[in-house]
């Protein structure tokens, strides 16, 4: 029988939750035995090659390409996991959702100490090479359906690797307290 | 025909970014482009936060070197609670912090160097890509895919015993630490089975520097000519000019090697720095002031520090400095692909590093935390593992946070990322009927070799699909080919 086939990928999140994957330490060498792996940033899997079992999320959506991505994502895997605080509530990014994007960019680019004088002219990055930014970071499952949901920030390893197990052999996931962590 | 190849996302670095190269009628290369797409706002959004949030909020810009932020922004408020500018901690709370940075770049270069580099080494800038990545070498390499899986865990337990969590710890606050190191976790670290002990990860740091020097012998043409550039340098160094990732003053060289920035304090570093915004990429520009937008640019990240200072305070990582330094005759050294030589140099310093930090009694008992005269405004600086890190903060009388300005490693490598994907871009493609996928990932090698933490840059993370559009002059898709 063929392995069941995982695709990873980070939306507006840090990487820290696909670092904390990295976490499984040794285990990795169990995992590559257990699953194979399609598109992911880890790997030069840009676009699905084949209908994936698992599509690990991290991080929520804050402009267009992260929701085509997730969209693609709902499309080529058959179960999603919002892995994190940002896949599942926005996390820290949308500590912006109460403050106009204008003001964000403004910040940024116009008002901050570096750029009054190295950006006389007030320019804002706005190009047709860039992602249309939303007016809000949104979580995932408010974009589309979500299966599971593994929190932490980032989730711990253990928790990450209990699940994966999990949804692979389709034995119990064991949740313990140490590994159940909300920060 | 003119074309248009877009690489999207770059896969293999941390974070959101794509590539965008024109090519005209005739073939040549008429403009390339390395666009970061996110863009999140923490300089706003942070404002009216209590100030010491800041080392545990601003450092969920990147969970690559999450330790980088908490610590640069916890030395900016160290300045702001009175606790000197960088060097007026308690021994005990310097200390930890110490051991929990050279922890975080152990993990980070190798991290960068095993799990993202070494399948484009071992398995070749044109390597069937379905192979090509850390998989690829567990399978077919297991000895030394399980050598870099556990060097990262080892800089993870350090991270985890200093600052309590591997990603997105506590440790650090304004004024010092908040934990000791125990005597169970110390006993580990330096006498645990092997491989989990600090003397194996010495020697297997010298077996990577090995293993380079080894490539760069039989591959010394790619690794010389590759995105080879001369361009200025900046680092923080220690005030003897020894190398410190922690803490020292800015540094900057031209690309003879003059020094253009005498070791001046960060605290002034808006009179030395400025940055440009272009309207193409979320990532600015930042530049010397004093030297203008257009030649005013300069590297940062493990291959600026090897130029910028005198010597490395650890000896084994110092007899491999002098070789790197003699490869040059002493002059700066240019060569992109030399930054994973001068990576792995500072790999075996950290290692070198964290044993002599953990012998040290200070980190097991003494003071966490220092305070002083509350001032209004700090600025922070770290050598992170891709480079120097900036973080600056201004609060009110509420303590809540006004300001914040963060200039972090890969934007100070934004403008020597664009010319190394120009040159390969103009190497690999020019004139070329069909553009290879090998041609495409020479354009990511090369962005690779900066180890851009885009996460960090955007303030996100990322990776890029490969796509290749072929446009004719009114920007009619002709032809599209993905990857």
Request: hydrophobic share 40%; net charge negative; charged share 25%.
């Given at each position: 029988?063929?392995?069941?086939?995982?695709?990873?990928?980070?939306?507006?999140?840090?990487?820290?939750?696909?670092?904390?994957?990295?976490?499984?330490?040794?285990?990795?060498?169990?995992?590559?035995?257990?699953?194979?792996?399609?598109?992911?940033?880890?790997?030069?899997?840009?676009?699905?090659?084949?209908m994936?079992?698992?599509g690990?999320?991290?991080?929520?959506?804050?402009?267009?390409?992260?929701?085509?991505?997730?969209?693609?994502?709902r499309?080529?895997?058959?179960?999603?996991?919002?892995?994190?605080?940002?896949?599942?509530?926005?996390?820290?990014?949308?500590?912006?959702n109460?403050?106009?994007?204008?003001?964000?960019?403004?910040?940024?680019?116009?008002?901050?100490?570096?750029?009054?004088?190295?950006?006389?002219?007030?320019?804002?990055?706005?190009?047709?090479?860039?992602?249309?930014?939303?007016?809000?970071?949104?979580?995932?499952?408010?974009?589309?359906?979500?299966?599971?949901?593994?929190?932490?920030?980032?989730?711990?390893?253990?928790?990450?690797?209990?699940?994966?197990?999990?949804?692979?052999?389709?034995?119990?996931?064991?949740?313990?307290?140490?590994?159940?962590?909300?920060? | 025909?003119?074309?248009?190849?877009?690489?999207?996302?770059?896969?293999?670095?941390?974070?959101?970014?794509?590539?965008?190269?024109?090519?005209?009628?005739?073939?040549?290369?008429?403009?390339?482009?390395?666009?970061?797409v996110?863009?999140?706002?923490?300089?706003?959004?942070?404002?009216?936060?209590?100030?010491?949030?800041?080392?545990?909020?601003?450092?969920?810009?990147?969970?690559?070197?999450?330790?980088?932020?908490?610590?640069?922004?916890?030395?900016?408020?160290?300045?702001?609670?009175g606790?000197?500018?960088?060097?007026?901690?308690t021994?005990?709370?310097?200390?930890?912090?110490?051991?929990?940075?050279?922890?975080?770049?152990?993990?980070?270069?190798?991290?960068?160097?095993?799990?993202?580099?070494?399948?484009?080494?071992?398995?070749?800038?044109?390597?069937?890509?379905?192979?090509?990545?850390?998989?690829?070498?567990?399978?077919?390499?297991?000895?030394?895919?399980?050598?870099?899986?556990?060097?990262?865990?080892?800089?993870q337990?350090?991270?985890?015993?200093?600052?309590?969590?591997?990603?997105?710890g506590?440790?650090?606050?304004?004024?010092?630490?908040?934990?000791?190191?125990?005597?169970?976790?110390?006993?580990?670290?330096?006498?645990?089975?092997?491989?989990?002990?600090?003397?194996?990860?010495?020697?297997?740091?010298?077996?990577?520097?090995?293993?380079?020097?080894?490539?760069?012998?039989d591959?010394?043409?790619?690794?010389?000519?590759?995105?080879?550039?001369?361009?200025?340098?900046?680092?923080?160094?220690?005030?003897?000019?020894?190398?410190?990732?922690?803490?020292?003053?800015?540094?900057?060289?031209?690309?003879?090697?003059?020094?253009?920035?005498?070791?001046?304090?960060?605290?002034?570093?808006?009179?030395?720095?400025?940055?440009?915004?272009?309207?193409?990429?979320?990532?600015?520009?930042?530049f010397?002031?004093?030297?203008?937008?257009?030649?005013?640019?300069?590297?940062?990240?493990?291959l600026?520090?090897?130029?910028?200072?005198?010597?490395?305070?650890?000896?084994?990582?110092?007899?491999?400095?002098?070789?790197?330094?003699?490869?040059?005759?002493?002059?700066?050294?240019?060569?992109?692909?030399?930054?994973h030589?001068?990576?792995?140099?500072?790999?075996?310093?950290?290692?070198?590093?964290?044993?002599?930090?953990?012998?040290?009694?200070d980190?097991?008992?003494?003071?966490?935390?220092?305070?002083?005269?509350?001032?209004?405004?700090?600025?922070?600086?770290?050598?992170?593992?891709?480079?120097?890190?900036?973080?600056?903060?201004?609060?009110?009388d509420?303590d809540q946070?006004?300001?914040?300005?963060?200039?972090?490693?890969?934007?100070?490598?934004?403008?020597?990322?664009?010319?190394?994907?120009?040159?390969?871009?103009?190497?690999y493609?020019?004139?070329?009927?069909?553009?290879?996928?090998?041609?495409?990932?020479?354009?990511?090698?090369a962005?690779?070799?900066?180890?851009?933490?885009?996460?960090?840059?955007?303030?996100?993370?990322?990776?890029?699909?490969?796509?290749?559009?072929?446009?004719?002059?009114?920007?009619?898709?002709?032809?599209r080919?993905?990857?």
């Amino acid at each position: 029988m063929s392995k069941p086939i995982v695709a990873t990928t980070s939306l507006a999140g840090c990487f820290g939750c696909h670092m904390s994957l990295l976490d499984i330490d040794e285990r990795i060498l169990e995992l590559i035995e257990l699953v194979d792996f399609n598109k992911s940033p880890i790997n030069d899997i840009k676009e699905f090659t084949e209908m994936c079992d698992i599509g690990l999320i991290e991080g929520g959506c804050c402009n267009s390409e992260n929701i085509h991505v997730l969209k693609d994502f709902r499309k080529n895997c058959k179960i999603l996991v919002s892995v994190g605080e940002c896949a599942i509530m926005g996390g820290l990014p949308a500590m912006r959702n109460n403050i106009p994007i204008k003001e964000c960019l403004d910040e940024a680019y116009l008002n901050g100490p570096g750029t009054k004088e190295g950006n006389p002219e007030g320019i804002l990055p706005n190009n047709e090479e860039l992602p249309i930014i939303l007016d809000k970071v949104y979580p995932c499952h408010e974009v589309v359906k979500i299966d599971y949901y593994l929190p932490g920030c980032p989730p711990r390893a253990d928790l990450i690797w209990n699940a994966l197990v999990a949804l692979v052999t389709g034995d119990e996931l064991k949740l313990p307290y140490e590994v159940v962590k909300f920060d | 025909m003119k074309q248009k190849i877009t690489i999207e996302p770059v896969t293999r670095v941390e974070g959101h970014g794509k590539v965008t190269i024109h090519i005209d009628e005739e073939g040549n290369i008429a403009q390339s482009r390395l666009h970061i797409v996110e863009f999140r706002g923490f300089e706003r959004f942070v404002q009216g936060r209590p100030y010491w949030e800041a080392p545990v909020l601003v450092q969920r810009l990147c969970g690559i070197c999450p330790v980088s932020h908490h610590l640069a922004a916890a030395k900016a408020l160290d300045v702001i609670v009175g606790a000197g500018t960088g060097d007026g901690l308690t021994p005990t709370g310097e200390k930890m912090r110490r051991l929990m940075h050279y922890g975080q770049i152990f993990q980070s270069h190798a991290l960068h160097f095993f799990h993202l580099v070494s399948p484009d080494l071992l398995f070749g800038v044109d390597g069937d890509p379905a192979i090509r990545n850390i998989i690829g070498v567990a399978k077919k390499f297991p000895d030394l895919a399980v050598q870099g899986v556990m060097m990262r865990k080892f800089g993870q337990e350090i991270i985890k015993a200093t600052a309590g969590k591997k990603i997105h710890g506590t440790g650090a606050i304004p004024g010092g630490i908040n934990k000791h190191l125990t005597q169970a976790e110390k006993d580990s670290f330096l006498n645990g089975p092997d491989p989990l002990n600090v003397d194996k990860m010495i020697s297997w740091s010298i077996d990577a520097v090995n293993f380079l020097k080894k490539y760069h012998k039989d591959n010394t043409e790619f690794i010389d000519g590759f995105a080879n550039f001369p361009s200025s340098h900046l680092s923080l160094v220690r005030k003897d000019g020894a190398l410190d990732l922690y803490h020292g003053v800015l540094r900057a060289i031209d690309k003879d090697g003059k020094k253009i920035l005498h070791d001046v304090d960060y605290q002034d570093y808006l009179s030395y720095i400025n940055e440009e915004v272009r309207d193409w990429s979320y990532m600015k520009f930042p530049f010397l002031t004093e030297y203008g937008k257009k030649d005013g640019w300069y590297r940062v990240g493990p291959l600026a520090r090897m130029n910028t200072i005198d010597f490395i305070p650890t000896p084994l990582a110092q007899k491999e400095f002098e070789e790197f330094r003699a490869y040059t005759h002493g002059k700066p050294n240019g060569m992109s692909m030399h930054m994973h030589w001068a990576r792995l140099i500072e790999l075996l310093h950290s290692a070198e590093m964290m044993k002599e930090l953990l012998n040290d009694p200070d980190l097991m008992s003494g003071e966490l935390v220092i305070k002083g005269e509350k001032k209004s405004e700090g600025v922070g600086l770290i050598e992170a593992p891709r480079g120097t890190l900036f973080h600056h903060y201004g609060i009110n009388d509420n303590d809540q946070l006004t300001m914040a300005n963060l200039i972090v490693s890969t934007t100070n490598n934004n403008e020597p990322m664009n010319i190394a994907v120009n040159m390969v871009a103009k190497q690999y493609m020019t004139g070329q009927k069909k553009i290879t996928e090998g041609m495409m990932n020479a354009v990511e090698v090369a962005i690779r070799a900066y180890d851009p933490c885009l996460s960090c840059a955007t303030h996100a993370i990322g990776q890029m699909p490969l796509e290749v559009v072929i446009v004719d002059s009114r920007n009619n898709i002709l032809d599209r080919k993905r990857r």
